[in-house]
């Protein structure tokens, strides 16, 4: 039988180091270093635990970082909160850019805007109007807003994916809680267990 020990991912190697010896000491089992043996981070208690059923060695505890599905969620963290500060903001101002840019901005022009694209004559009446053209042309479909209006625009796009990205990996890492899994024996005879530690 395999037994285990399962730590929070933020447990220090001393920390780790003396759970494992001191139910080693317990078993009378001769006490072994504890070692990271691989770089991967499991997504599930499954993988892990047939990660270290296929990495056994009596010369040290392996151990291996994963995801625990069974704990309960953690409380989003500072940056989380953060980026969703600054999604909801970035949302606002991308929303504001995108309203019918000649509608707003008639006064700068003479009543038609030029496509950049085709060259078609659009009239500025129609901008903004139920069946009439948003900030596209409605002959090519080009992007009809000045160019420091689309660039600013898209620059927010990108920052927002970005950031939106970023989120949702916290969001995910959040949701299963970063533990660490270590292999404490293979003896026999003992009832199999999977001892949580906080």
């Keep these: 039988m395999m037994h285990y020990v399962s730590m929070a991912g933020d447990a220090t190697m001393g920390h780790v180091q003396e759970t494992v010896d001191e139910w080693r000491a317990a078993h009378n089992l001769p006490l072994l270093p504890v070692r990271m043996v691989s770089d991967t981070v499991y997504y599930s208690t499954r993988e892990a635990i047939d990660f270290l059923y296929s990495y056994l060695d009596d010369t040290y505890c ?4 994963y995801h625990d599905e ?3 969620p953690c409380e989003p963290g500072v940056r989380e909160l953060e980026l969703d500060r600054r999604l909801e903001s970035l949302r606002g101002r991308l929303a504001a850019r995108n309203r019918p840019w000649w509608k707003e901005h008639q006064e700068q022009t003479a009543g038609m ?3 950049p694209e085709c060259q078609s004559m659009l009239n500025v009446e129609y901008c903004g109007v139920r069946k009439g053209w948003h900030n596209h042309c409605p002959v090519c479909h080009a992007d009809v807003r000045p160019r420091a209006v689309r660039d600013q625009f898209d620059r927010w796009n990108a920052e927002y994916l970005q950031l939106r990205e970023e989120r949702d990996r916290l969001r995910d890492r959040r949701k299963h809680p970063l ?3 270590i292999l404490l024996s293979t003896q026999d005879g003992v009832a199999s267990n999977r001892i949580i530690c906080g």
């Design 62 to 65: 392996p151990m291996v970082e």
């Design 179 to 181: 533990c660490r899994l």
């Design 113 to 115: 805007v030029e496509c």
């Design 70 to 72: 069974t704990m309960r």
